[in-house]
Each structure stands twice: as C-alpha cells, then as structure tokens.
C-alpha cells in the first residue's frame, strides 16, 4: 500500500511566489552588498545617523509599552459605553496612513497647535514637533495602540478565576497575576515595535532630517536622491540590513504579527480599586488617538473640495498602485497558504525584516543602468508594498486554508476532486471572507506607502501620500490636510469595500 | 468480495491487523473505542497506508490514491459543504467540475425524493437540520453509485430515533444497490443487530473475520460478552 494521505492543493504556485519572495528580500541583498564601497568609511555623520536610529527606535518602543501598561490595564477591567469603538480605534493606526496622522500631531503638537496654544496659555515654554521628540511622539501614535492590545489579549487570556482566587485571599494582584503576565507579553512588544521604529522611513523623512535627527533610511534616500552617491547608500543599505537584522534576530520566535481583534468583548472582573487612574488613562489615550484624526477631519474637510487637479491625480495612481498590490499580494499569500511548510514560513516572515528603503535601494541599483527609476516607480512601488504586506496578509489567509483542508480534505479526496475543482470550487468560495480581510489589509497599506515610492518617483509618478509631502514642505497646510482627508478616507474605504466584499452573503 | 491479505497498518505504536474477505451487503465494524474501527476505514479509503493488500473482486485498490478508488465515504462530520446548496453537494457525487446538465438534475431530484429532501434542493446545509444532513449526505453516497460505501459512524450526532431511521433508510436504499460492500463502524451494537448482515470485530490491534450477526450475537465470544456487558 504505497499511498499515503491527502495532498489535494496545488504547491507550484507557493513555491514560485516563495522563490520570488527570496529574489526582492536576499537577492535586492545582494545587489546592495556588491555595489557598496567598502573603501568609504563611515564618517561622523554615518555614526550620528546610526545612533539616533537605535536611540530613537529604543526610546520609542519603551514609551510605547510603559504608556500602554495603565491603558490597557484600564481597558481590561473597565466595562463602559464605547469600549468597544475605542478597542477598535486601538487598531486603526495598523492601517492609517504615516504621513495623515504625521499631519495630525503636527496640528497639535507643531508650532501652531493646540497644544502649544495650551502651553503659552499657562505660560510655559513652547515646544518642538520637530527632531528627536517629535520621532518618538510619532512612533507612540502609532505602536502604543499596538502594544495595548497585545497586553489586552494577556489580561484577558488570564482566566478569571484568578482574580477570583486572589479577591478571597486579599493578595497583591501585580505580583500574583500582573507582573507574570507582563513579563511574558512586554519583551515580545517591545522588540516588535523597536523593529518597526528601526524602519519608519516617512516619520523620520517627515519629522526628523538636520544633522541631528537624521536615520539610517533618511540617509539612504539623501544620498541616493540628492547626492546621487550609490556607492555610499549601498552601504548604507547594509548598514541598516545589519541592524535590523540583529534585531529580527532576538525578536525572532517570540513574536508573529498579530493583526487579528477576537475575543475583545468582554472586561475582567476584579476587586481592586483605581477608578480614577482607569478614568485618566482610557481619556489621555483617547484623546491622544483622536485629536489628531479630528484636527485632520476638521481642516481638511473645508479644503477637501479646492484640491488641485494635480492631488486628484495622484490619488488615481494610489488607487491603481493599491488595487494592483493589493490583487498581488493577495494570490500570493493564497499561493503561499497552498503550499506551507518551511520554505513558506521563511517566505512568510522574512518581509517583515526588510526595510523597504534597503528592498528600494537594491531594485534602484538593479534597474538604474537599463531605464530611468522613475520610469519604473509606480510598478516597483506596487511590487514592494505586496511584498510587505505579505505577513499579515498570510496570517489572516493561512489558518483558514488549514481548517478547510482538515475539515474537507478527505471528503475532497474521496469525491475524487482534482486541485482546480478543489481550489475554485471548495477553497476559494469558503475563503471569502479572510481574502477580504486581507485584501482590504494590502490595499489600505498600500494606499499610505511612502517609502519605496520616495526613492523612485518623479513629479509625474507622485502619489498621493507624496503629493501632501510635497506640500507640508512647501508649508501649504490648508491644501495638506484636504488631501490628508481625502488619503484618510480613501484608505479606509479601500478596506472596508474588500473587508465587506468578502463578508456579504457568505454561508459558512 | 472485499479482500483483506495480511494487512498491517501503523500509526504511532499503535497496529491494526487484517486478513479475511467481507461480501456485498451491510458489514458493521465494532469494537471498544481506540481499537482501530476508522482506521480499518480509512486503510480501504486510502488516508492510510501499510504493508498488504486490498483487493475489490481480485483487483488490488490499495495502490491507487485516494481519488482513484471506488470508494464513497462518509464522515463523523464535515460531509457536506457548507458554501453548497444541497443540489450542489449532492450532485459532487456524479460530476465535479461544473454545473450539472438537466438529466443529472433529474437525477439528483429523484435521488433527494427517495431520501425525504424533496423540495429542499436550493437550502444551504445550515439551513438543514442534523437527520436532513445526514439524508443528503446519504443521497451523494446513493449517487455516487461506487461498489464500496464506508462509513464511519456517520449518524452518531443524531438522537436515537433519528438514528433508526437513518439506519433503516440506508437499509432501504444503499443496501440495495446490487453488488454493494457496505463497511459501517459503529459504538452501538444495537445498530448492527438492527441492519447489518455480518459484524467485524475489531479488538487490541486485530480485525477479526467476519461472522453472521444473528450467529454472533446469538453465541458471542468470551472478548465480546465483555464488550456487551459494558454496553449494558
């Protein structure tokens, strides 16, 4: 009996988006790696520039999960009206464009801002968005949110018998339950949202810059767009693998993407007290995730209108760059949930080291000598967004694929199906839903790109997330924050078509 | 004639021997939970494999893949799509690719009337109760047409009453399909007694030679008087 079980899915196709995966990831590698001048030393600058990234990046990450231990901790015991939507605010910056909600703390935080306008009020001195602060306050927008629910899904992963357990004997809750649970959650938290910040290139390119406040990324794209010096942002693409390799290498096993919101519905039950602190925290961290969203909503709804001609244009070439990427992405995280296994699992996280800026530079370098990047730039913007995109969106695929085929995959096997009746008719209909999920997760991500798009494009390439750049530099703000409005709401929308596209009528 | 030669299949450090011949009818596969009963199964289905041989009327089966064998199964759970109308899911037992034409239409109408689903051919499974499940499950095997139907206590999540009934429909349709091997596992002796010509009975790591229901039941052996006692 020389037959054992069911292999029913096609596996080419995995292993061909597998292989491609390596080629952008490695292989981009490899072209920055021979073109790097390794007779040019790193100067001064080089080593300021490397040691603001790590410095910011660290100080980031530990904000970021100091400031959301009280949040989530308020979030975890506290039932109340609205606690949900906020649950659900919590994830919206995964999927905000970088540089709309840049433009938001700018119009609280900046020079003109509310917060400013507070401050000289009460007579304090004003203080700058700009440099090493503002990085850091961008970098807390966005992974503070994060951060509270990972802790979240802790404090309701503890079963609550605990509390139970620890109200009857009147023991100290942190040792006993928090302080184990933490020590679990933050070191996992805190390495991601580190990696993250090593590679933020739009906060960085929009908030930092000067000798002072300059990454390794923002170096790269200076050298490369402003100096037209390959040789030194080749190695300084190196320069930036290398330390984000060091750093995926420790967060490496104990964290995976988590973009999933289950099981938030329900708050523990406990005895102790801290009302007050729960009150402050959950309206501080509300109203640090709102105010700049609404100050967005707010002046860029009376701009929205008046946008140039131009804006509209750039914003059809983010839809077309989105869909595209978005389709891309998609058939290959399906491609890749076909095939599993362990050259998949690497194809699957590997992205998510990656630094978009090092991916740009090695296809700058590969493409140069044979056409004009900006030629180029819209295409290889849509390559490098699915392939970032790629983790997240495997994850919302992959585990689907793997119940459909211990759900249905002998009864496929016994029907005598072959792998395209199988896939188009049993796999594709009851994915629906996490295709969308996904689908909808590549094209807002997509949407907000500004990396790869920076480094390749010309004016007649600019999308959208460019375009308001462009303007915020040219310090037209009314125009930026219509076209911030318009990038805001054309995201969301993108996700909430695929999302619901995949929900509607679905019987499963 | 189902042939089982000196087949060994292993799965862990568990074994299941077998070596008989089964004939056309309604065959039931008992034994204490663990024994090996859905790996006898799944051994003719093809989802395991081992050392000897299967054989349908002389012809070896157990080298052809899962796909390949004249085998209808149906499961625990899990037998029908839930994204399919009953149509649709009973119609996979005659084509698989596309949309059926209007004979096979006819066909699966007629096979839905003859199991009691006349009329529920457009509902979505979840839209069925459990005994309707089972009767369109039933209805894809009957379609299907294979000389050997396995099943694997299939009607298990239903009460008792659907059970019988169940039972006795499949008596009444799939066991009168000329030239039908029906292997069933069941818990429940009770559910050979009521359908089942012959009984395999399966016991640490052994499928014994079948043997008439009525003549085992009548003078059970020493190992399966324990297995009843404890049925109550």
């Known amino acids: 009996?020389?037959?054992?079980?069911?292999?029913?899915?096609?596996?080419?196709?995995?292993?061909?988006?597998?292989?491609?995966?390596?080629?952008?990831?490695?292989?981009?590698?490899?072209?920055?790696?021979?073109?790097?001048?390794?007779?040019?030393?790193?100067?001064?600058?080089?080593?300021?520039?490397?040691?603001?990234?790590?410095?910011?990046?660290?100080?980031?990450?530990?904000?970021?999960?100091?400031?959301?231990?009280?949040?989530?901790?308020?979030?975890?015991?506290?039932?109340?009206?609205?606690?949900?939507?906020?649950?659900?605010?919590?994830?919206?910056?995964?999927?905000?464009?970088?540089?709309?909600?840049?433009?938001?703390?700018?119009?609280?935080?900046?020079?003109?801002?509310?917060?400013?306008?507070?401050?000289?009020?009460?007579?304090?001195?004003?203080?700058?968005i700009y440099g090493f602060h503002g990085v850091v306050l961008a970098h807390v927008f966005f992974n503070m949110p994060l951060v509270t629910r990972l802790i979240l899904q802790g404090w309701l992963a503890v079963p609550s018998e605990r509390f139970r357990l620890a109200a009857s004997l009147n023991a100290p809750?942190?040792?006993?339950?928090?302080?184990?649970?933490?020590?679990?959650?933050?070191?996992?938290?805190?390495?991601?949202?580190?990696?993250?910040?090593?590679?933020?290139?739009?906060?960085?390119?929009?908030?930092?810059?000067?000798?002072?406040?300059?990454?390794?990324?923002?170096?790269?794209?200076?050298?490369?767009?402003?100096?037209?010096?390959?040789?030194?942002?080749?190695?300084?693409?190196?320069?930036?693998?290398?330390?984000?390799?060091?750093?995926?290498?420790?967060?490496?096993?104990?964290?995976?993407?988590?973009?999933?919101?289950?099981?938030?519905?329900?708050?523990?039950?406990?005895?102790?007290?801290?009302?007050?602190?729960?009150?402050?925290?959950?309206?501080?961290?509300?109203?640090?995730?709102?105010?700049?969203?609404?100050?967005?909503v707010l002046r860029g709804s009376s701009a929205l209108l008046s946008l140039q001609p131009d804006i509209w244009q750039a914003a059809l070439r983010s839809v077309i760059v989105a869909l595209c990427s978005s389709a891309l992405c998609t058939v290959m995280a399906l491609a890749l949930a076909l095939r599993a296994g362990r050259l998949v699992a690497v194809a699957g996280v590997l992205p998510l080291a990656a630094s978009s800026l090092v991916l740009g530079t090695g296809l700058f370098l590969i493409v140069y000598p044979y056409i004009s990047p900006a030629k180029l730039a819209l295409p290889m913007t849509m390559l490098v967004n699915a392939v970032l995109a790629l983790p997240f969106v495997l994850r919302a695929i992959a585990p689907a694929v793997t119940k459909i085929e211990?759900?249905?995959?002998?009864?496929?096997?016994?029907?005598?199906?072959?792998?395209?009746?199988w896939l188009w008719r049993i796999v594709l209909p009851r994915l629906r839903g996490p295709i969308g999920f996904g689908a909808g997760i590549a094209a807002a991500l997509s949407m907000g790109d500004l990396g790869v798009i920076a480094l390749f494009a010309g004016d007649a390439q600019e999308t959208l997330p460019l375009a308001m750049y462009r303007l915020m530099g040219a310090y037209k703000m009314e125009a930026a924050s219509g076209a911030a409005l318009l990038l805001l709401i054309m995201s969301f929308t993108l996700f909430w078509i695929c999302d619901r596209g995949g929900r509607v009528n679905a019987d499963l | 004639m189902l042939t089982f030669e000196n087949v060994e299949i292993g799965q862990g450090d568990f074994s299941l021997k077998a070596n008989f011949e089964t004939c056309t009818g309604v065959t039931a596969v008992i034994g204490p939970s663990g024994a090996g009963k859905s790996t006898l199964l799944n051994a003719v289905a093809g989802f395991v494999a081992g050392p000897g041989a299967i054989m349908l009327d002389g012809t070896r089966i157990d080298l052809l893949p899962p796909a390949k064998r004249p085998v209808s199964m149906l499961f625990q759970d899990n037998n029908l799509f839930p994204h399919l109308t009953v149509r649709e899911n009973v119609g996979l037992g005659l084509r698989l690719n596309r949309r059926l034409s209007v004979t096979e239409q006819a066909e699966v109408t007629k096979?839905?009337?003859?199991?009691?689903?006349?009329?529920?051919?457009?509902?979505?499974?979840?839209?069925?109760?459990?005994?309707?499940?089972?009767?369109?499950?039933?209805?894809?095997?009957?379609?299907?047409?294979?000389?050997?139907?396995?099943?694997?206590?299939?009607?298990?999540?239903?009460?008792?009453?659907?059970?019988?009934?169940?039972?006795?429909?499949?008596?009444?349709?799939?066991?009168?399909?000329?030239?039908?091997?029906?292997?069933?596992?069941?818990?429940?002796?009770?559910?050979?007694?009521?359908?089942?010509?012959?009984?395999?009975?399966?016991?640490?790591?052994?499928?014994?030679?079948?043997?008439?229901?009525?003549?085992?039941?009548?003078?059970?052996?020493?190992?399966?008087?324990?297995?009843?006692?404890?049925?109550?």
């Not at chain 1, 040792?175 to 090593?198: D, G, K, T």
């Not at chain 2, 999540?157 to 069933?184: F, N, Q, S």
């Open chain 2, 111 to 232: 096979v839905l009337s003859q199991v009691g689903l006349a009329g529920m051919e457009d509902r979505k499974p979840a839209a069925l109760s459990g005994g309707q499940q089972s009767r369109a499950a039933l209805a894809r095997t009957l379609l299907a047409g294979q000389p050997i139907a396995l099943l694997d206590e299939p009607f298990s999540a239903l009460g008792p009453g659907l059970k019988d009934e169940m039972l006795d429909l499949m008596r009444r349709t799939l066991a009168r399909v000329a030239d039908c091997t029906i292997l069933m596992v069941t818990h429940d002796p009770s559910d050979a007694k009521r359908i089942a010509d012959q009984v395999i009975w399966v016991s640490e790591g052994i499928a014994s030679a079948p043997v008439a229901t009525a003549a085992l039941f009548a003078n059970p052996p020493a190992s399966i008087r324990h297995y009843l006692g404890e049925m109550g």
């Open chain 1, 1 to 128: 009996m020389a037959h054992s079980p069911v292999a029913i899915n096609p596996r080419w196709p995995g292993g061909i988006v597998a292989g491609l995966v390596l080629a952008l990831t490695l292989g981009t590698l490899c072209a920055v790696a021979l073109r790097a001048e390794f007779q040019t030393v790193l100067g001064a600058a080089d080593w300021a520039a490397i040691r603001f990234t790590v410095s910011q990046a660290f100080v980031s990450a530990a904000m970021s999960c100091l400031l959301a231990i009280p949040v989530s901790r308020a979030l975890a015991r506290r039932q109340f009206k609205g606690r949900g939507a906020l649950i659900t605010l919590l994830g919206a910056p995964f999927l905000l464009p970088v540089i709309v909600a840049v433009l938001g703390l700018v119009m609280v935080f900046g020079r003109n801002g509310i917060f400013n306008d507070v401050l000289g009020f009460l007579g304090m001195p004003e203080i700058s």
């Open chain 1, 406 to 421: 211990s759900d249905f995959g002998r009864l496929g096997a016994s029907l005598a199906m072959s792998k395209g009746t």
């Open chain 1, 173 to 296: 809750i942190g040792r006993l339950i928090e302080w184990p649970m933490l020590r679990n959650i933050l070191p996992s938290a805190f390495l991601v949202v580190f990696l993250i910040c090593l590679m933020s290139f739009a906060v960085a390119l929009t908030l930092g810059g000067g000798p002072k406040a300059t990454t390794v990324e923002l170096a790269i794209y200076q050298a490369l767009r402003f100096d037209f010096d390959l040789g030194r942002a080749a190695l300084l693409a190196l320069v930036q693998f290398g330390i984000c390799a060091v750093a995926a290498t420790i967060a490496w096993g104990i964290t995976s993407p988590e973009v999933s919101g289950a099981g938030f519905d329900r708050a523990v039950q406990r005895w102790d007290g801290g009302v007050k602190r729960d009150v402050l925290a959950i309206s501080l961290a509300a109203l640090f995730l709102i105010l700049p969203l609404g100050m967005i």
